[in-house]
């Protein structure tokens, strides 16, 4: 589990293709390594990855085609940058929220718009997950723990404040810029705790809908 609040900014060292796998290497810039070991996890932009071999400032992991597919990992090149976390502990300050490091989805990033000193980025989700994403609710995006000023539709607002932007990779974000996205895991885990004994039978992950709602008691308009 992780916080969402990013330690670190390091940079992709190795892309070795392993057969459909890959090992990768990150450089950990001024992520302290000391207390890591062998089978720790670390999120790099959001995806939890777990440690099998380090040493100074750099790590190396294997990634797995399901993750190469669903996430932007994928798509690095070397000298990348990347957001890094490591994993929380019982006395770390959850500080953002709490943080699975397992990517729902790839979102866009549509708009930026200049906002005093912070920055406004409104970022286009998949449809799927548009129904996870509530104004004023938690959002992971590359592993960066953020609050959603707006939504509409499928597309969610952000406001970034300085320090933030110095922080992580979103200086960098222009509109077309793909990123991975979490939902806030009470969303999900309450979804599927609404649809009761039905979350057995096939096809129950199909989500909530208006005949769901009704059955669990709560009043939907027909309007």
Do not use: W
């Not at 980025?121 to 104004?135: G, M, N, V």
């Not at 992971?140 to 933030?164: K, Q, R, Y």
């Amino acid at each position: 589990m992780f916080t969402g609040i990013i330690q670190a900014v390091g940079s992709i060292t190795v892309l070795e293709n392993r057969g459909g796998d890959m090992r990768i290497g990150i450089n950990t810039g001024a992520l302290p390594m000391d207390d890591v070991r062998i089978g720790d996890s670390i999120a790099v932009s959001g995806v939890c990855l777990t440690v099998v071999e380090s040493g100074g400032n750099a790590f190396y992991a294997d990634v797995s085609g399901e993750t190469l597919d669903r996430t932007m990992l994928g798509s690095l090149a070397v000298h990348d940058v990347v957001n890094l976390e490591k994993a929380l502990t019982l006395e770390t300050r959850l500080g953002g929220h709490l943080v699975s490091g397992h990517v729902d989805g790839i979102g866009a990033v549509t708009a930026r718009r200049e906002d005093s000193r912070s920055v406004r980025f409104t970022i286009k989700a998949p449809d799927e997950l548009a129904r996870y994403i509530a104004t004023k609710g938690s959002i992971c995006v590359d592993g960066v723990s953020l609050t959603v000023n707006a939504v509409e539709g499928s597309a969610f607002e952000l406001n970034i404040v300085p320090h933030t932007l110095d922080a992580t990779t979103m200086k960098a974000y222009r509109p077309g810029r793909q990123v991975n996205l979490e939902v806030d895991l009470v969303a999900r885990y309450l979804e599927r705790l609404l649809l009761g004994e039905a979350a057995a039978q096939p096809g129950a992950g199909e989500g909530i809908t208006r005949e769901m709602l009704e059955s669990c008691g709560f009043p939907v308009s027909r309007k």
